[in-house]
C-alpha cells in the first residue's frame, strides 16, 4: 500500500472528506489532494497531527512516509548542471546519502515497530544541528522507552586553509558525538604512519551507516534531560601527537512526539 492509499482509506474510516480532513488540520484542501494523489508529501511536521485525527499509527504512517518518492519537476535544470563533471559527482553522492539514510531509518523503524508493547508507543525525535564555522553535523535521535537509534546523516569540515597549500595534513582523526559524557557516535581511523591526508579527505570517507560506530547500548529515553550537555569533539593526530582539537556544543531540536 502506498502513502496515499493509507491516508485516504483512513480518512474514508473516519467518515471524513478531504475538505474535512483539510479543516482540522488546519491546511488547504488542495494540500490534501495533493497527498492523496501522490504529487506531494505531508511535512514532517504534519505526522503527529496527522496521527491524532485519524487515528494513525505513528510507525506504519512514518514507514509509509520515508518509503514514497514524489517525482522532481526539476530534472532539466539538473541535467543542464551535469555539465560539470565534478558538480554530477556532488549531486550523485548526496542522492546516495539521501537514498541510504531513508533506508536505514525505514529499517530502524520497522524494527522497532516489530519489538514494541502497547505501553511504549510513545516514540521521540530529535534532529541533531550543529552551527560551529569548521565543523557542522546533522543527523537524527530517534527513541522510546525500549529501543533507541542514533542516526548521523552527515559531518562536514570547512576551513580558510581547505584547498590550499596551507591545509592541515594529518595520519589519523578521531570523531565523537558524546550526550551526558556518553559516546552514543565514535569513529577513529588508523591509517599508517606514512599516509597523510586533509582532515576533509578523511571525513569524507567515513560510511556514516556502519552501525560499529554507535553505541546501542545508551538509553536515550533516560538520557533526556541531559539533551542539553551534548557535544561533537574531533581530534587530529600526526602519528602520536594531537595537531589540532574541536569540541562544540550540538543542537537536539525536539520534532514530534
Request: aromatic share 10%.
Amino acid at each position: 500500500m502506498k502513502l496515499e492509499d493509507y491516508i485516504i482509506k483512513l480518512r474514508k474510516e473516519k467518515g471524513l472528506t478531504q475538505k474535512q480532513l483539510a479543516a482540522r488540520l488546519g491546511i488547504s484542501n488542495t494540500a490534501v489532494s495533493k497527498w492523496e494523489c501522490g504529487c506531494n508529501l505531508p511535512d514532517i511536521s504534519m505526522v503527529e497531527p496527522i496521527c491524532k485525527v485519524l487515528d494513525a499509527d505513528m510507525f506504519e504512517l512514518l514507514s509509509y512516509l520515508n518509503n514514497t518518492n514524489v517525482s522532481n519537476p526539476d530534472d532539466s535544470e539538473e541535467k543542464e548542471q551535469n555539465k560539470n563533471p565534478k558538480l554530477v559527482f556532488i549531486i550523485s553522492l548526496v542522492i546516495l546519502l539521501v537514498l541510504i539514510s531513508i533506508i536505514l531509518i525505514t529499517f530502524t523503524v520497522i524494527k522497532i515497530n516489530y519489538k514494541r508493547k502497547n505501553d511504549t508507543k510513545e516514540v521521540k525525535v530529535y534532529e541533531i544541528k550543529s552551527f560551529e564555522e569548521n565543523f557542522t553535523v546533522n543527523g537524527y535521535l530517534m527513541f522510546n522507552k525500549q529501543d533507541s537509534m542514533v542516526l548521523i546523516k552527515d559531518i562536514s569540515y570547512q576551513d580558510t586553509k581547505r584547498g590550499i597549500v596551507e591545509e592541515l595534513n594529518v595520519q589519523n582523526i578521531k570523531i565523537s558525538l558524546e550526550i551526558n559524557e556518553e559516546s552514543v557516535f565514535y569513529f577513529a581511523s588508523s591509517y599508517p604512519d606514512d599516509k597523510k591526508f586533509t582532515i576533509s579527505e578523511i571525513i569524507e570517507t567515513i560510511d556514516f551507516n556502519n552501525e560499529s560506530f554507535y553505541n546501542s547500548d545508551v538509553n536515550l529515553y533516560s538520557s533526556e534531560e541531559f539533551f542539553s550537555n551534548a557535544k561533537l569533539k574531533v581530534e587530529c593526530y600526526k602519528k602520536d601527537r594531537m595537531v589540532y582539537e574541536n569540541e562544540q556544543e550540538i543542537a537536539l531540536i525536539r520534532k514530534f512526539t
